[in-house]
């Protein structure tokens, strides 16, 4: 228990110090870093599987390991790094057992926070043809990011949905900055060539019916 014990000396965050709490058998303490953090976790599991009830359930499972593992993590950097490394353990987890993993929908990014320009989805526009061709580029970006391996689909969200820097992406999945910048840069590529091919189909629908 003395590694959560350790915040107050070992981490800025304050967060470390109400899980420190908890360790101690503080278990009020954990209410607050629920409210804190549990939408967040379930935007993330909900991009990562597609599915906002199961999405629920997944934070909930997260917060309780958190919960569990409170007298037993060495607090480093920021408490939400930690969260989200266990988030996307367990949700690519889940993916795993999935023996064919289903087409999911990606939402938009919600109220107030940017999202990625590439990853929008389509928005109104005059004419007609360019609406159908913005909502065929949004289809094919999230089929793209269906297929995409489950280790790539977690750099891809962390960076472009929730704006990671690679040092947090890297601190959350254990792996290196480089690591982070090569998947994201294939990840990247592969949904601009579904964007691309989407684009060019709506192109070829329009040639034929000319």
């Known amino acids: 228990m003395g590694g959560a014990r350790g ?3 070992g981490s800025r965050d304050p967060d470390w110090e109400l899980l420190a709490r908890v360790a101690a058998g503080e278990v009020d303490a954990f209410g607050p870093l629920v409210e804190s953090h549990q939408e967040r976790l379930i935007r993330v599991c909900d ?3 597609g599915d ?3 999405a629920r359930d997944a934070a909930q499972e997260v917060l309780l390991k958190a919960f569990r593992h409170a007298g037993r ?5 920021q408490l ?5 490394r266990i988030a996307v353990n367990h949700c690519l987890n889940r993916l795993r057992r999935r023996r064919i993993v289903r087409f999911f929908s990606l939402s938009a990014p919600p109220a107030g926070e940017e999202g990625s320009a590439e990853l929008d989805p389509a928005s109104e526009e005059p004419s007609p043809e360019r609406q159908l061709e913005q909502r065929q580029r949004w289809r094919a970006t999230r089929r793209a990011i269906a297929r995409l391996p ?3 689909r ?6 472009k949905f929730e704006g990671l820097s690679y040092r947090r992406i890297a601190e959350a999945l254990s792996i290196t900055e480089g690591a982070v ?3 994201l840069v294939r990840a990247m590529r592969h949904l601009e060539e579904a964007q691309d091919a989407a684009v060019r189909g709506v192109s070829e629908s329009r040639g034929e019916r000319g």
């Open 52 to 54: 906002r009830e199961e």
């Open 80 to 84: 939400s790094t930690w969260l989200y």
């Open 154 to 159: 977690a750099v891809l969200v962390l960076a």
């Open 47 to 49: 991009r990562l599987l």
């Open 181 to 183: 910048e090569s998947r």
């Open 7 to 9: 915040a107050e000396a």
């Open 150 to 152: 489950p280790g790539q």
């Open 73 to 77: 993590v060495e607090p480093r950097g």
